[in-house]
């Protein structure tokens, strides 16, 4: 007798939509005490698989047939009242994005009570006796502390333990988790999946796991089912479709994913084109009145970056590898230290410095202006600089080319354009200035792992022809071993390690780049 | 741009909006050609009740003139003065929230002590002083309620700003080398405007309740056939003769209506957001 | 403590406002066409240049701009508002006496506003899309469109002239006498319709800003957790929803407070009542500009210290702030 089984369940979307049903005919099940990891790319429907369970679909989407049966009951056709009742306590949710999904007016430890205010009749003190327990099985330091605590005063982490608390502390017999760790840290995110599965396997709470993570899949899961455009291709044990996937499109996800082994080293140049000295910035807070806490984001960096080479920039948030992606293209100002770029200061003026550094922004649907043609968005850096227009035109339709897309593109405006395309615009407008440097902070991280795999590549066949030399800020380890030859890893606006990427990841001299990489999700069963 | 068009054309009270105020403007540019006398001459016996005579068909007022005339002529003069005030408030209030949104530091703090300064003045009162000092002709009056009706706009303008300054794409135009003018007026303006331009509605149908508010106090141009001039006339003759007050206040309402309709009629065309029908 | 500090911080950095105000609006009174001994003269029927010139000497009227201004704040600084020459008092005293009527009436609309303002748009929001939101909306709609010295007017002649239900103006019956407990009732009957008038407007806008404010709420991230949690609607409502969405609304009141005195002087005006939006107009009228003046300050006085209170509300009910 499965925990939950999903039978046949056909989800439409409202009109206007840009397709007409969400979930087509699909049929899982959970055993209990099991773990189901359900991936698959945006779009793919695992979102609304989870929000459906429970009836928590955005207003317009609805349940067209099918059947949610969690034991002997049928979650699609209760009650409004009697499915209430479950929730909380048959089935629990963790969502997301912890940032926002807790209360922000009202005290941890009262969200947690009204679990037990709700669905007992236990009394106040032992409602506060169970919140404390709870905390305590979540390892949050200060469980006192934290229950007085407003949702601001915790870190992301944090409330995601607060979140696990709350959705475990009426012992739920199935568990929907929704991504609940791709807003994390990877250390961070290590911690939460050892929590959960811990607590699981402690409770026997069936799990249903939503990621697009195949790295989290392997960390966690004891079956897998692949979804892709609402329907699911693939279910079975995740030894088997990891090792041995059956359907084409499980096995080109798997392909895209990059592995933690980087590819034999190249030979590079040994000239410098990018070097950062003892770069300092510290950030202070404007305004009398504000209390001097003064954040160091650099504190004494020195990177160099050699022509024709990518050197990663690796770090979690709060290390300061954007803020280095920033000072290095300009766009801030720095305190300390001295960006030299070819061999000469990094000029501080805009127009000097555009045509030695440029820059390719993380997200692909605000870093272009919706209002204008992405033609002129392209072409624009060169006509200020004093190319004529029609020249730079023509120069953009052929780096159009150059980037996979078609000259006659440049004519239409961003929302035509799907996100790896409007990627590739990106990196089309940053070569149009035909910089000496290219700085790519977290080109591909918003985008699904196919589209990414397919970016890197364009990266990489670019490097090869115009011998570009790229700056990649990102935090996905894999990542950077596919793509940099060598790394720089950055903790706290220090750069605590560097070296060509294939000693650095195999044999990592510095105790965090160690913890990095052992925090790196399914390390063992993707092929490293 | 079709698309938001399409939109609004959709929406039944948008579309009210869009008729009402129409029909205003309408009444407007017929004045002249329906009513060629001076409205504010006299015209026949004072105080005739609606119907009674065929020749005013909503009566006279007090002084013996033509409800109607007045009516339309002032049709033309709230929407006149409602656009050129709602142009000279949106200018000086685009100008403020860019300067202070786009540049913080200096220019952001002193900008915002002036917004401060004209908020905190209620504008009814900043409004009565400024035609105390500078008299009650009709073109002064405009200009004094554009004056008093800029701060709501600067503010979001500012915010607007804000938000967009440090957007990727306008980052991007930065590293790309272009100027803190292009800046300002080719990436950040035309993604700021919209939600301007729908709050330009809200400055008309102040602008308009403000001037009938000073018309209602006397404080305005006496010799503009303005509606809430007529509905301060009627007010010594409320008790029975109340027809004088109704009637041109019914039409200053529809006219507000009208314009509100519209607005928000653009603001769900601009944002349109799946309400879950 | 915390919420004293920030209250006082955004109180030291309302003085420059002020200042600039009161800088401001001195150096425009000094372009209007004639000064108060002008009204005065007008007032007395006329007078020759000597006397002219002796008054002006008398209240200081004859100094430049920039030697009044200073005597005025001098003197502002030790809250003497100056001498009203059209009423033969102090202004201070003038403002005092008049201002109980405009802070009932602005109390009173307030509050009224704010609370049906704030049950309309919660049921609004409740039924969204549904008849009861549709009704709620248009209501909105057309009370925004409505001018309030017009409605004030029509709510004269239905509820005074023709069901003679209520007082058609004045601030209490003074002929009647009352004191006590009875005068208060008295005033407060006399208070109905322009507390109506007034706060009709500002009805729709709270209306208006709570529906929104409501729904915008119950879109965001913890309220989807409360429902996973097994909340009931009610609760989640209550304990989430509401406090969250009343965050906009206590700012409108600070942002309102300058708005709402400005339609007091049209509402006393209609309702004959003895406040300081009255007084407001007949010093226009009469070219009372010391009054003006005065007016101009007290008024920017009140909306500082009704913005100070919202800002203490705000930190109270947000501990985000200052954090």
């Not at chain 2, 008299?135 to 009706?149: F, K, N, Y």
């Amino acid at each position: 007798m499965s925990a939950l089984s999903i039978e046949h369940l056909t989800v439409a979307l409202p009109r206007g939509a840009d397709r007409p049903y969400a979930l087509t005919d699909v049929s899982l099940s959970i055993a209990p005490g099991e773990i189901l990891c359900v991936v698959g790319e945006s779009g793919s429907g695992k979102s609304v698989t989870a929000t459906t369970i429970m009836r928590l679909m955005a207003p317009g989407v609805r349940v067209e047939a099918g059947r949610v049966m969690l034991g002997e009951t049928d979650l699609a056709s209760l009650p409004d009242e009697a499915l209430r009742r479950l929730r909380g306590r048959r089935i629990a949710m963790v969502f997301q994005e912890p940032m926002t999904a807790l209360n922000p007016l009202m005290a941890v430890g009262d969200q947690l009570a009204e679990m037990w205010r709700t669905h007992t009749d236990l009394s106040a003190e032992k409602i506060a006796e169970r919140s404390l327990a709870a905390l305590r099985e979540v390892a949050l330091p200060d469980p006192e502390g934290a229950l007085r605590a407003y949702p601001h005063e915790l870190s992301g982490g944090q409330r995601q333990r607060v979140m696990i608390a709350m959705a475990l502390a009426l012992e739920p017999e199935l568990l929907i988790c929704d991504e609940p760790t791709t807003a994390l840290d990877v250390t961070t995110q290590a911690q939460i999946l050892t929590l959960i599965r811990e607590l699981q396997r402690r409770r026997g709470t069936a799990v249903l796991f939503i990621t697009h993570d195949f790295g989290v899949v392997a960390e966690i899961a004891d079956r897998v089912a692949v979804m892709q455009q609402g329907v699911v291709v693939e279910q079975g044990s995740v030894q088997q479709v990891l090792t041995a996937p059956s359907h084409a499109y499980t096995r080109r996800l798997l392909a895209a994913v990059p592995g933690l082994r980087a590819p034999p080293a190249r030979k590079i140049s040994p000239e410098a084109v990018l070097e950062i000295r003892n770069l300092g910035k510290t950030y202070r807070p404007a305004g009398i009145f504000r209390r001097r806490r003064a954040a160091r984001a650099l504190d004494g960096v020195s990177v160099t970056l050699r022509r024709g080479a990518t050197l990663g920039i690796v770090g979690e948030s709060g290390s300061g590898k954007s803020t280095l992606a920033r000072c290095a293209v300009g766009l801030l100002a720095f305190d300390q230290g001295e960006i030299r770029i070819a061999g000469r200061p990094l000029p501080p003026a805009r127009q000097a410095a555009a045509h030695l550094v440029q820059m390719v922004f993380q997200d692909p649907y605000a870093s272009l202006n919706p209002r204008r043609k992405v033609g002129d968005q392209v072409a624009q850096g060169p006509i200020a600089a004093g190319t004529p227009r029609a020249k730079a035109l023509a120069e953009a339709a052929e780096l159009f080319a150059l980037v996979g897309l078609e000259p006659s593109a440049l004519a239409r405006f961003p929302h035509e354009f799907s996100g790896g395309q409007r990627q590739r615009i990106g990196i089309a407008r940053a070569l149009a200035m035909k910089p000496e440097v290219l700085v790519a902070d977290e080109p591909v991280s918003a985008l699904d792992v196919s589209v990414q795999a397919q970016v890197l590549t364009l990266l990489r066949e670019l490097q090869a022809r115009l011998g570009l030399s790229i700056l990649f800020i990102t935090h996905d380890l894999r990542v950077a071993a596919q793509l940099c030859d060598e790394v720089a890893v950055m903790q706290n606006g220090l750069v605590v390690e560097a070296g060509p990427i294939g000693q650095v990841f195999e044999y990592p001299a510095h105790a965090y780049t160690k913890s990095l990489l052992a925090a790196v999700p399914g390390r063992g069963m993707l092929g490293v | 741009m079709r698309r938001a068009l399409l939109a609004y054309l959709r929406n039944p009270a948008a579309l009210l909006g869009a008729v009402l105020v129409l029909a205003v403007l309408a009444m407007g540019l017929a004045a002249p050609l329906l009513f060629p006398n001076d409205p504010l001459g006299l015209a026949g016996r004072p105080l005739q009740w609606p119907g009674a005579n065929p020749r005013f068909p909503l009566g006279t007022d007090p002084s013996g003139r033509d409800i109607m005339a007045q009516l339309f002529h002032g049709a033309r003069v709230s929407l006149l003065i409602g656009f050129v005030a709602t142009l000279v408030a949106t200018a000086i209030g685009i100008a403020i929230g860019a300067l202070a949104g786009f540049y913080s530091g200096l220019v952001d703090t002193v900008l915002m002590r002036l917004t401060e300064a004209f908020q905190t003045l209620p504008n009814f009162l900043l409004l009565l002083v400024l035609v105390a000092v500078f008299g009650s002709q009709i073109e002064t009056v405009t200009i004094a309620i554009g004056l008093v009706s800029w701060p709501p706009v600067a503010r979001l303008t500012r915010a607007e700003f804000l938000t967009l300054r440090t957007r990727e794409f306008v980052q991007a135009a930065r590293v790309q080398g272009l100027s803190d003018l292009h800046l300002m007026l080719r990436e950040v303006l035309p993604n700021a405007l919209p939600p301007v331009i729908v709050y330009a509605s809200v400055v008309m149908a102040v602008a308009i309740l403000l001037e009938s508010a000073l018309a209602f106090l006397q404080l305005s141009d006496p010799n503009v056939p303005s509606w809430g001039n007529l509905i301060g006339l009627g007010r010594n003759v409320l008790r029975v003769e109340w027809y004088v007050s109704a009637i041109p206040g019914v039409a200053i309402l529809l006219t507000i209506l009208g314009v509100s309709l519209v607005g928000q009629g653009l603001n769900d065309a601009l944002n349109p957001r799946i309400t879950g029908r | 403590m915390r919420i004293v500090a920030l209250a006082g911080k955004r109180l030291a950095a309302s003085l420059p406002t002020l200042l600039l105000i009161l800088v401001g609006i001195f150096c425009l009174l000094q372009f209007a066409p004639g000064d108060t001994v002008d009204a005065m003269l007008a007032q007395m029927g006329g007078g020759d240049a000597a006397i002219a010139a002796d008054l002006r000497r008398f209240y200081g009227l004859d100094l430049s701009v920039a030697e009044q201004l200073a005597h005025y704040l001098w003197r502002l600084v030790r809250l003497d508002l100056g001498f009203s020459a059209i009423y033969g008092k102090p202004v201070a005293t003038v403002i005092l006496e008049r201002l109980p009527a405009t802070l009932s009436l602005m109390g009173a609309s307030l509050s009224f506003a704010f609370a049906a303002g704030m049950a309309l748009g919660v049921i609004a929001a409740r039924r969204v899309n549904r008849w009861p939101d549709t009704l709620i909306s248009t209501l909105g709609l057309i009370f925004y469109a409505t001018p309030s010295f017009w409605f004030g007017l029509m709510a004269i002649v239905l509820f005074s002239v023709h069901l003679q239900w209520l007082p058609a103006g004045g601030f209490g019956d003074v002929a009647m006498g009352y004191t006590g407990a009875r005068r208060v009732l008295d005033i407060a009957w006399h208070l109905v319709l322009p507390t109506l008038t007034l706060g009709l407007i500002f009805l729709a806008i709270y209306l208006r800003i709570m529906r929104a404010s409501m729904l915008e709420v119950l879109s965001l991230d913890f309220v989807r957790t409360a429902r996973a949690k097994g909340l009931r609607e009610t609760r989640i409502i209550t304990r989430h929803v509401l406090r969250n969405a009343l965050l906009p609304m206590v700012t409108l009141i600070g942002l309102q407070a300058g708005t709402m005195l400005g339609g007091a002087v049209v509402v006393e005006s209609v309702f004959s009542l003895p406040g300081l939006g009255r007084l407001a107009y007949e010093s226009v009228v009469q070219r009372d500009l010391n009054t003006l003046l005065g007016i101009v300050f007290v008024s920017a006085l009140l909306v500082i210290a009704v913005n100070f209170l919202v800002d203490m509300l705000y930190a109270r009910l947000d501990p985000r702030i200052g954090a």
